[in-house]
């Protein structure tokens, strides 16, 4: 079972699809979530989302398995 917090990245990432991880961080701070670093690592753990290396930046994207969740 998700969070409030895991569900509200998910809908970041299914409207953005890919972020740079120093955008991420703004992003989480904008939205108040103290435990994003956590939930990134959980939700990244299901694989739901994915850690790699796009244009030299360290990014994660959400994966098919996360937009199921999302739709859920």
Do not use: C, P
């Given at each position: 079972m998700l969070t409030e917090n895991e569900k509200?990245?998910?809908?970041?990432?299914?409207?953005?699809q890919l972020i740079r991880?120093?955008?991420?961080?703004?992003?989480?701070t904008e939205s108040g979530i103290n435990d994003?670093?956590?939930a990134?690592?959980?939700l990244?753990?299901?694989?739901?989302?994915?850690f790699l290396e796009a244009v030299g930046a360290p990014c994660y994207t959400?994966?098919?398995e996360g937009f199921r969740a999302l739709k859920k």
């Open positions: 509200q990245i998910l809908e970041v990432f299914g409207q953005r991880r120093d955008e991420l961080k703004r992003i989480l994003g670093v956590m990134i690592h959980k990244n753990s299901l694989g739901y989302l994915k959400i994966t098919q």
